[in-house]
């Protein structure tokens, strides 16, 4: 059986958003992290640390630097985390592009990008799984300290692969209190761990139990800086405007969109196809920061609307970017602003057959979004809605 890769954005299909959680973030972290490392005002390059973000030492040798975590139970009763094809998620990011980039990507058979026409292979995998740590165990993951990137191809995902140079980074695991809530991620709570490379002993210790560090929004109801788009990950801020989002185009007994409203709600609306009737909603806050680039945060929205080519793309008339499968019962992601102009987004173009290729900034946009998509679904309340009147 060919297992999905929860790395990996799905397609849009049945007019219904239906995107992986992590996987929606490998176009923003892998080809676009030089843009939004650039626009915060650091190293163009997200993996050459600016002296902020370098080794406290010179190391003797030069990359790779393999690690290897040991994440420590410390709390006084079993925990537990997902495992997928065989390898536990565990989150990477460095200094440099301020924590925002994701450096470990997992997609399976996937080619390199510097071949033509690459794309992603299926293979099967191993049941997921609910691993317990029991009270005083650690888990050992290793890392080879060559990141692993992806990046979305008209014929899928291809993986651009690099030796991290010497400095500051940021290791983050999702920990559940149980075995169900690890295999269908539900309710995580993240622990992570700043380190440098190379690490003394090439091993990190990360102590598991709830720890202050692991917090960068302790009092989620008070009040925050309007983001700019320019923020750290792990600095919370509210968004600035409104943004409703969806799929259009396809075959479905119902259609899905999400508005996104100041300061950080997000309400998910599902509407009867035949009618267009909405017949269930739910709501959930969008994190004002995370300590994890993959948790898709209301900093990482405002970041991608800063994008000097977003807000030129939107109009009054919703131009479509990239390639437009409406025709063929696929669909487009279509962005809209409070103002009423709107933008399409479709997918990648094979070999350049498209009218509007989609620009570094709407790529980014649509990446965020999905990834926000996903959170959403992901969301207790909303993952129990009903799918039809």
């Known amino acids: 059986m060919t297992k999905v890769d929860p790395t990996q954005p799905r397609a849009r299909a049945a007019g219904v958003l239906r995107i992986s959680r992590r996987g929606a973030f490998a176009i923003r972290l892998s080809s676009l992290a030089t843009l939004a490392a650039a626009s915060c005002g650091k190293a163009a390059d997200p993996l050459a640390p600016p002296a902020a973000c370098a080794a406290s030492t010179t190391p003797a040798t030069p990359p790779p630097y393999a690690v290897e975590f040991r994440f420590h139970n410390d709390a006084a009763s079993s925990l537990f ?28 058979n996937a080619c390199s990008c510097d071949h033509p026409n690459c794309g992603i292979v299926g293979g099967a995998c191993e049941p997921d799984e609910g691993t317990e740590i029991t009270a005083g165990v650690s888990l050992s993951s290793s890392f080879s300290g060559t990141s692993t990137t992806a990046s979305s191809t008209a014929s899928g995902q291809c993986v651009t692969n690099r030796d991290l140079p010497a400095g500051r980074y940021r290791v983050s695991i999702w920990v559940y209190e149980t075995a169900d809530g690890a295999l269908a991620r539900t309710e995580p ?10 690490a003394p002993n090439g091993i990190v210790d990360v102590p598991l139990a709830p720890a202050a560090d692991d917090v960068c ?3 989620p109801t008070a009040d925050v800086p309007v983001c700019t788009g320019h923020e750290e990950h792990d600095q919370p801020c509210g968004l600035a405007t409104a943004l409703t989002f969806g799929a259009e185009g396809g075959l479905s007994t119902f259609t899905e969109s999400q508005t996104l409203t100041p300061p950080a709600t997000d309400v998910l609306s599902r509407k009867a196809f035949s009618t267009g009737t909405t017949f269930a909603t739910c709501s959930a806050k969008i994190p ?9 945060t209301t900093g990482d929205v405002a970041h991608a609307l800063a994008q000097p080519d977003v807000g030129p793309s939107f ?8 390639s437009d499968p409406r025709g063929a019962d696929g669909s487009i992601l279509v962005v809209t602003r409070p103002d009423g102009k709107s933008v399409g987004i479709g997918g990648p173009c094979a070999q350049g057959n498209c009218a509007r290729p989609v620009p570094a ?13 996903e959170q959403q679904h992901s969301d207790a309340t909303c993952a129990a809605l009903p799918t039809s009147p």
């Open 81 to 108: 985390v997902h495992k997928f094809c065989g390898r536990y998620e565990v989150g990477l990011s460095s200094c440099a592009s301020g924590f925002t980039d994701r450096l470990n990507d997992f997609v399976g």
């Open 189 to 198: 709570r993240v622990v992570s761990r700043d380190f440098e490379l190379p």
């Open 217 to 219: 929004d302790p009092t």
């Open 288 to 296: 004002r920061c995370s300590r994890d680039a993959r948790v898709v």
């Open 315 to 322: 109009g009054g008339n919703t131009p479509v970017f990239g």
């Open 361 to 373: 900034g709407l790529a980014m946009l649509q990446s965020v979004l999905d990834g926000l998509s």
